[in-house]
C-alpha cells in the first residue's frame, strides 16, 4: 500500500510560470514532511520540509502548502526557471512507533521549465 | 567534509555474480539507510541501520544483506544478482530520524 500518493508523474511549465506538484497520505500520524529535489545522474537533496502545526511554508521562490484536515501537502514553485527542471518528491515520517523515522517517499514528479 | 559517498559509481553484474556496495558519512550520523531507485517507482528503502551493529528490514529487503561494523560505513551485499536488481542504489544517512543526506548513488546493471 502506498504511503503516499504524488502527482502530477510529470510537469511541464514556462519559464516564469507556477509549479505545483501534489501530495496526499492516509496516516495521520505523520508528523514530518519533506520535499526532495534530484538532479538527473545526482542523489536526491533536501529542499524544504514542513510540520502539520503550520499551514504554510515559504523558503524563496518554494512554498510548502500543508491542508492538515484534507491530508494533503503540496509544493510550490513561484516564478519557474530552467534550473529548476528536476524530478521532485514528496515524503512523510513520524516520530513515534516502531517505523521510527522511516520515511515514506511519493513516486516522484518530474519537472521541466522551458526557456 | 565529504558527506556520503558511495563506491563504485557504476558496476555491471552477470545473473548470479555477486557484489558489496560501500557506503561511508563523515557526518558521525548515527542513522544509515540503503534505497534503490526504479523509473516511476520513486525510492524504496531497502535496509537501514539505527546504530553502529544494528540492522534492519525495509520494503524491498529480499535478495539484500547489509552489515554495519563500523558507525561510519554501511555495506550492501548481493549474493547471488539477478535482473530484477538492476537499479540505482541510493545510500544516506542522518542525525536524527527525519532529514536525510543522500549519496550520488550507485548504477547497477545486472546481465
Known amino acids: 500500500q502506498q504511503q503516499v500518493k504524488q502527482s502530477p508523474q510529470s510537469l511541464i511549465v514556462q519559464k516564469g510560470g507556477i509549479s505545483i506538484i501534489n501530495c496526499a497520505y492516509e496516516?495521520?500520524?505523520?508528523?514530518?514532511f519533506p520535499w526532495y529535489q534530484q538532479f538527473p545522474g545526482k542523489g536526491p537533496a533536501l529542499l524544504i520540509a514542513?510540520?502539520?502545526?503550520?499551514s504554510e511554508k515559504k523558503e524563496g521562490r518554494f512554498t510548502i502548502s500543508f491542508n492538515k484536515s484534507a491530508k494533503q501537502f503540496s509544493l510550490h514553485i513561484m516564478d519557474s526557471q530552467p534550473g529548476d527542471s528536476a524530478t521532485y518528491f514528496c515524503?512523510?515520517?513520524?516520530?513515534?512507533?516502531?517505523?521510527?523515522?522511516?520515511?515514506?517517499f511519493g513516486r516522484g514528479t518530474q519537472l521541466t521549465v522551458w526557456p | 567534509n565529504a558527506g556520503v559517498t558511495q563506491t563504485p559509481k557504476f558496476r555491471v553484474l552477470k545473473t548470479g555474480q555477486s557484489m558489496t556496495l560501500l557506503c561511508a558519512q563523515d557526518?558521525?550520523?548515527?542513522?544509515m539507510y540503503w534505497y534503490r531507485q526504479d523509473p516511476g517507482m520513486g525510492l524504496r528503502l531497502i535496509h537501514y541501520?539505527?546504530?553502529?551493529?544494528?540492522?534492519a528490514k525495509g520494503e524491498v529487503p529480499d535478495g539484500y544483506n547489509v552489515s554495519r561494523l563500523k558507525k561510519q560505513n554501511f555495506l550492501l551485499g548481493l549474493e547471488s544478482a539477478a535482473p530484477s536488481q538492476t537499479s540505482v542504489y541510493f545510500c544516506?544517512?542522518?542525525?536524527?530520524?527525519?532529514?536525510?543526506?543522500f549519496g550520488p548513488g550507485t548504477r547497477l546493471t545486472v546481465l
Open positions: 544516506a544517512s542522518s542525525h536524527r530520524a527525519h532529514s536525510r543526506i
Open positions: 514542513i510540520r502539520p502545526d503550520v
Open positions: 557526518m558521525n550520523h548515527e542513522y
Open positions: 496516516n495521520t500520524a505523520f508528523d514530518y
Open positions: 515524503a512523510a515520517s513520524r516520530d513515534r512507533g516502531s517505523t521510527l523515522g522511516r520515511l515514506y
Open positions: 541501520s539505527v546504530g553502529e551493529g544494528t540492522t
